[in-house]
């Protein structure tokens, strides 16, 4: 069974910086695409940053230039470097995997912005 573990939530300042991490466990496969999604109080969840399998990313807009994904794909490991956080990024980041034709979401992690 494939599990995705994720870290390196907390409280932070505004303009700090945090790193997220996703470990994918229980599978011989690699991924195929792997990223972070948040979902604010009150709103839908949506796409932050993600990476697919051969280096490609994409970001939500509303982070770009501020965070930065990146894997280690022998690890089957993402993650994203936050920097210049601002409260409107407080959420919990949830990790998504692509593996083997099936999709998987880790439990969350908080992330909380303080102004």
């Known amino acids: 069974q494939v599990q995705l573990a994720e870290s390196g939530g907390g409280l932070v300042q505004a303009g700090g910086s945090l790193r997220l991490s996703c470990v994918a466990s229980?599978?011989?496969?690699?991924?195929?695409?792997m990223g972070w999604y948040r979902q604010a109080p009150g709103k839908q969840r949506e796409l932050v940053a993600v990476?697919?399998?051969?280096?490609?990313?994409n970001y939500a807009d509303s982070v770009k230039g501020r965070f930065t994904i990146s894997d280690d794909d022998a690890k089957n490991t993402v993650y994203v470097q936050m920097t210049n956080l601002k409260p409107e990024d407080t959420g919990v980041y949830y990790c998504?995997?692509?593996?083997?034709?099936?999709?998987?979401w880790g439990q969350g992690t908080q992330v909380t912005v303080s102004s």
């Open positions: 998504q995997a692509h593996i083997g034709g099936r999709i998987y």
């Open positions: 229980g599978t011989r496969y690699s991924f195929d695409r």
């Open positions: 990476v697919i399998s051969g280096g490609i990313t």
